[in-house]
Every structure is written in structure tokens, then in C-alpha cells.
T-cell receptor
Framework: AQSVTQPDIHITVSEGASLELRCNYS??????LFWYVQSPGQGLQLLLK??????LVQGIKGFEAEFKRSQSSFNLRKPSVHWSDAAEYFC???????????FGKGTTLSVSS | GAVVSQHPSWVICKSGTSVKIECRSL??????MFWYRQFPKQSLMLMAT?????????EQGVEKDKFLINHASLTLSTLTVTSAHPEDSSFYIC??????????????FGAGSRLTVL
């Protein structure tokens, strides 16, 4: 069965420190992978996506993610976190570029000063 | 481009009443709409997929008679929660798929609708 695992429920990072949010997927075919961010009470904003090609993907707001097929992972990174990055982050997978997504349970990011 | 508007953003209703949530694609034609439900501090769970002019396809475990989905036009889909009960309280999010201005398929999420049933 298709699934997405985000092992970390809650992460706290100091402002200016680097960030890595983990995502592992289970998928039989070539996955399409996404990272979304959700601020409290808000909808989802797409940070980045991976369909094919270069396994290091650049997104908005200074985020990047690396697809590692051997590890079934698609971890999200940011070199220097800002207080405004505090939010809920969701990793998602699908079998097509634009279709229904399977989401992980999310990771809550808190940023300390 | 590729903007989806969801309305209302927040609604409170009494138990036993019905509530309608609208999802509109503002600048593109949405051939497919996806409806998700999100419980507090939980992930988004796909409820149903609707294609314009067709009956919605519901995920296993979703009551089609309770969650009525209509997709009568290429820019509007509605989710009606019938005879709502407190356990239906949740955050409902739609996403729309269609051709964007660039001619490529786009998938855009609405801002969500928070339903509270008293």
C-alpha cells in the first residue's frame, strides 16, 4: 500500500539554524513527491515537488529537498530557519503529477529565538 | 494564476442541520476536484474525487449520503455535510486540477473550511 511516513511529529529549531525534515515513502511505482506547508488555520502552500531528473530540488522560501530512491526518502532542508517558517509541514506522494495526494501526518516546526 | 477559492472559511452550525462548502477555481477550469478532511493535528485524508458532470468517487469509509459532493460546472464543486453531528467537526480542504494559463495541468488547494458542529 502507498504510504508516507514523517517520523518527527514536532521539531524545534533555533532561528538561524539549519533544518531537515524527514520523509519516507512506500510506493510501488515511480513516485511523484511533494512538500507542502500549512500555517495555522490555513490551506496548503506547495514548497517544492519532484517528478524526475535532478534529485536535488529547489523550492520557494529557500527550501530544498533531495530524492533518494535507495532510501525511499525525500527529506526537506533549509540552511537557515526564520521565525516565519514555524508551521506544519506535510510530505505527500502520488502516482501522477496532478492528482489526489497521499499525505504524511505532518511535522510541526517551532522556531525558537 | 491557478487560484482556488473556498467558502466559507469558517462555519458553525447546530447538530442536525446541513452545511454547504463551496470550492471555486477562479482563473482556470477545474476538470477534477478533490475533497480532503483534516482532523486537528492530523494529516489530510482524501474523502472523494469528483469530475465535472459525473458522480463523485468516494474513498472507502466515507459516507456518500452524509457528504454530498456536486461538481456541476468546471469552476465550482460543493461539499454538503448533511445532518451534521459534532463528530463531523473538522477542517475540509478542496483541491482542483485543470489546465492553467501555461497550458500545463495544475493542482491547487483551497484555503480550507473549518466546520464546527455544536
Amino acid at each position: 500500500a502507498q504510504s508516507v511516513t514523517q517520523p518527527d511529529i514536532h521539531i524545534t529549531v533555533s532561528e538561524g539554524a539549519s533544518l531537515e525534515l524527514r520523509c519516507n515513502y512506500s510506493y510501488g511505482a515511480t513516485p511523484y513527491l511533494f512538500w507542502y506547508v500549512q500555517s495555522p488555520g490555513q490551506g496548503l502552500q506547495l514548497l517544492l515537488k519532484y517528478f524526475s531528473g535532478d534529485t536535488l530540488v529547489q523550492g520557494i522560501k529557500g527550501f530544498e529537498a533531495e530524492f533518494k530512491r535507495s532510501q525511499s526518502s525525500f527529506n526537506l532542508r533549509k540552511p537557515s530557519v526564520h521565525w516565519s517558517d514555524a508551521a506544519e509541514y506535510f510530505c505527500a506522494v502520488s502516482n501522477q503529477a496532478v492528482t489526489a495526494l497521499i499525505f504524511g501526518k505532518g511535522t510541526t516546526l517551532s522556531v525558537s529565538s | 494564476g491557478a487560484v482556488v477559492s473556498q467558502h466559507p472559511s469558517w462555519v458553525i452550525c447546530k447538530s442536525g442541520t446541513s452545511v454547504k462548502i463551496e470550492c471555486r477555481s477562479l482563473d482556470f477550469q477545474a476538470t477534477t476536484m478533490f475533497w480532503y478532511r483534516q482532523f486537528p493535528k492530523q494529516s489530510l485524508m482524501l474523502m472523494a474525487t469528483s469530475n465535472e458532470g459525473s458522480k463523485a468517487t468516494y474513498e472507502q469509509g466515507v459516507e456518500k449520503d452524509k457528504f454530498l459532493i456536486n461538481h456541476a460546472s468546471l469552476t465550482l464543486s460543493t461539499l454538503t455535510v448533511t445532518s451534521a453531528h459534532p463528530e463531523d467537526s473538522s477542517f475540509y480542504i478542496c483541491s482542483a486540477r485543470g489546465l492553467g494559463n501555461s497550458g500545463a495541468n495544475v493542482l491547487t488547494f483551497g484555503a480550507g473550511s473549518r466546520l464546527t458542529v455544536l
